[in-house]
């Protein structure tokens, strides 16, 4: 059973596979953390000490208990306001103006299955899978709710969290912090692993000792961004891919985010993920409800690498969903790098001609097919079809590209709008600006006001139209650029918009994964800027990064991988030189690396040579080979490529037939005059188990191969890669 309440310690105890996660009421009807980590048995009250700390209050309930304070304890939702001086998770302002919060316990409702957040992404789950627990929080002076939501996956070590706030007092109130998630830990040495960036280099492992203050990441561009990534572990000191203790938050939201480690007087930690308090005030009249996105909670004892499957499992089998949420997806050609604005509709249909003749599945045409749009400068809220730039209906281009066997994809920004289109020229109040302000231009285009439902209605719509003309299998959705100039002309209250926003952009993509099952939608923001939980819901791939640059990538996808399984990464094959580097490296590198994806090129395919293309269809029919392997296998990260030389990652399947294969990919960064030889040592495989290594034959064992280790070749020439596939014998 994954949730126990016992009546006589007041305790809840969630319990998965691996882990115990208790918290109890306490004489005060205040919800205290007790414990989050291995699995263990009985009560853990016996954990909290109470001593009078100096300049710590003590609650009113207390008397003369100088010893019981808020400012000391773990708490499971921590308020401001009732005496916690620490960063809380909640911050209200009541009608009165005041900004106080004292909760207290009420009841609890234990359900099967996994709770939903209507209106936004969440895990999802059958009544066989998972259970819910719902604990109900009230501030008995103003009468404001709080329903803490926990959602308990117990075969993958997943709990999820979420918090719903409902005014019951006597006006409007105004929140301006929830954090869905926060942790609490009495003692313990942690290191914080965070993921920053920029575009073109995101989700770098950034990896510091937890301090005294407050660590904090987060965005305020109205998006996830490229900056930092709304996931973070928390581990012990000297914890490994494989040996420690290790916590993971990963926020399933496409917004603003803060995420915030704090260490205390006392040397306790507290770890919160929610929603970005700057710019954020949110209005709730008598009687309503805010529900906060959800995060995921996952523990390991085992190290990074569990921890990571763990997340994995979970966003592939019960975050992505649709047809291709666990199927392998076609190997696609997109025209951007091959030609960017300057095309025809017969320079589309001779790149579908040569993608047929490498036996690539789909061709996508990107920016540049609608409206008035040659350049970034104009069009983009116009969707309707240049015909005239393509020499026909988009329907009769998609149907000579269909003769010819090749699926057909298309590119969109629905929540932009250019200066120079009808659209703006029509309604400009439709854009994110503010009155008597010019607007903040990126990219030299503004963002469309997604707060408003006519505006959305309106563009879902125009693209509705256009999915409509043909057979259309995929769609790459992109978002270029931060949000600024917060205002919408519909509200008076501001503190809404950004949140609002992406309640649009949610609306708008379950309308369209309802109205188009079939339909492959790819996430995009310039590459990484939206890669979150939040967006794979229903997007279950997403453009990694706009830096195609196989070496670079293979810090990006590193990153990545701490996170986020393979399946939903978008990864392709490049020209060299590359077109963000200048770097040359092999194909068949460049191939070894984007199969840690879903897979494709973004090239000019008639530009290649005889070998070039044999070569890409050799590698189209290895990757085919190996997808389920990719797709579905365990990941493990090898060594780390930032401070080795080589990068190695592998990957353990084992299919219904129960046999077991194992890929392992190596790329050389550097090389030196009389090289040494590398070594990688393989995991996950079974000690006494038989392995045959399939384009030498040799056999080894698995004891051999994750303790003895493979030496790698010692080759000349820059960025060498290998792969090899094992299969289990016996």
Not at 217 to 237: C, D
Request: charged share 25%.
């Amino acid at each position: 059973m994954g949730i126990i309440y016992c009546e006589k310690d007041r305790t809840f105890t969630l319990q998965t596979k691996n882990t115990t996660y208790q918290m109890q009421v306490d004489q005060y009807g205040f919800l205290l953390h007790l414990y989050y980590g291995k699995k263990t048995e009985g009560c853990m009250d016996y954990l909290l000490t109470h001593y009078d700390r100096g300049f710590s209050g003590n609650p009113y309930d207390a008397g003369e208990d100088r010893t019981y304070s808020m400012d000391v304890l773990p708490q499971e939702f921590p308020c401001y306001g009732n005496g916690d001086f620490r960063s809380t998770a909640f911050v209200v302002e009541n009608a009165d103006g005041s900004m106080s919060c004292d909760l207290r316990y009420k009841s609890h409702t234990i359900l099967k299955g996994k709770y939903n957040l209507k209106g936004l992404p969440a895990v999802y789950a059958s009544d066989e899978e998972a259970q819910t627990l719902e604990i109900l929080m009230e501030d008995p002076v103003t009468g404001v709710m709080v329903i803490l939501l926990y959602g308990v996956l117990s075969e993958l070590d997943i709990i999820t969290r979420s918090v719903c706030i409902k005014n019951e007092s006597n006006g409007k109130i105004y929140l301006n912090k929830i954090e869905s998630a926060s942790l609490d830990f009495l003692y313990g040495d942690y290191e914080l692993l965070t993921f920053y960036g920029r575009h073109a280099m995101e989700r770098n492992v950034q990896r510091v000792p937890v301090v005294h203050g407050t660590q904090k990441i987060g965005s305020v561009r109205g998006t996830s961004s490229h900056q930092y990534n709304p996931m973070m572990i928390l581990a012990e000191r000297k914890t490994t891919e494989d040996k420690g203790n290790c916590y993971a938050m990963s926020f399933v939201y496409s917004g603003c985010f803060q995420g915030e480690v704090l260490k205390d007087q006392l040397n306790q930690t507290r770890m919160m993920l929610g929603l970005q308090e700057e710019a954020f005030r949110y209005p709730l009249e008598k009687n309503e409800m805010f529900k906060a996105p959800e995060v995921i909670l996952s523990y390991s004892s085992r190290g990074m690498n569990q921890l990571s499957q763990n997340l994995h499992q979970c966003i592939r089998k019960h975050i992505c969903r649709g047809k291709y949420k666990e199927q392998v997806r076609p190997v696609l050609i997109n025209s951007w790098e091959a030609s960017y604005f300057d095309f025809t509709g017969d320079t589309i249909y001779e790149l579908a001609k040569a993608a047929k003749e490498v036996n690539i599945d789909m061709l996508v045409m990107d920016d540049g097919w609608f409206g008035k749009r040659d350049d970034d400068n104009s069009g983009l809220g116009d969707w309707f079809v240049n015909e005239k730039k393509l020499g026909g209906t988009l329907g009769n281009l998609i149907e000579r590209i269909n003769d010819l066997g090749v699926k057909f994809g298309i590119w969109i920004e629905p929540e932009m709008v250019s200066e120079d289109s009808e659209l703006y020229r029509k309604h400009p109040d439709w854009a994110l600006t503010i009155p008597g302000r010019r607007p903040v231009r990126s990219r030299n285009q503004l963002v469309l006001d997604f707060s408003r439902k006519e505006v959305v209605d309106e563009i879902y719509s125009q693209i509705c139209k256009v999915l409509d003309q043909g057979n259309i299998e995929y769609v790459k959705w992109d978002m270029n650029r931060s949000l600024m100039d917060i205002y919408s002309a519909t509200t008076k209250d501001q503190g809404r918009v950004l949140h609002d926003y992406v309640l649009g952009l949610y609306d708008f993509l379950e309308r369209l994964v309802q109205r188009y099952p079939n339909l492959l939608i790819e996430g995009c923001s310039g590459g990484g800027g939206r890669f979150d939980a939040g967006m794979m819901y229903y997007t279950p791939q997403i453009w990694c990064s706009d830096n195609t640059d196989a070496i670079d990538r293979l810090q990006i996808q590193y990153g990545t991988s701490f996170g986020y399984p393979v399946s939903v990464v978008g990864s392709h094959v490049s020209a060299v030189p590359n077109h963000q580097t200048g770097r040359k490296t092999p194909l068949h590198t460049r191939g070894v690396v984007a199969m840690s994806g879903t897979f494709g090129y973004e090239l000019n395919l008639m530009n290649l040579s005889k070998e070039e293309k044999q070569e890409i269809r050799e590698q189209i029919a290895e990757y085919k080979n190996y997808a389920p392997i990719i797709q579905n296998g365990l990941y493990y990260r090898l060594s780390n490529p930032t401070e080795e030389e080589i990068c190695a990652w592998e990957f353990v399947y084992t299919d219904e037939k129960e046999q077991s294969k194992v890929l392992l990919n190596i790329v050389m960064q550097a090389i030196h005059g009389n090289m040494t030889v590398n070594y990688v040592k393989l995991q996950g495989l079974e000690e006494t188990a038989v392995y045959r290594e399939e384009k030498s034959g040799k056999r080894y064992t698995g004891s051999a191969l994750m303790y003895g280790g493979m030496p790698l070749p010692v080759e000349l020439g820059e960025y060498q890669a290998y792969q090899y596939c094992f299969v289990r014998e016996s």
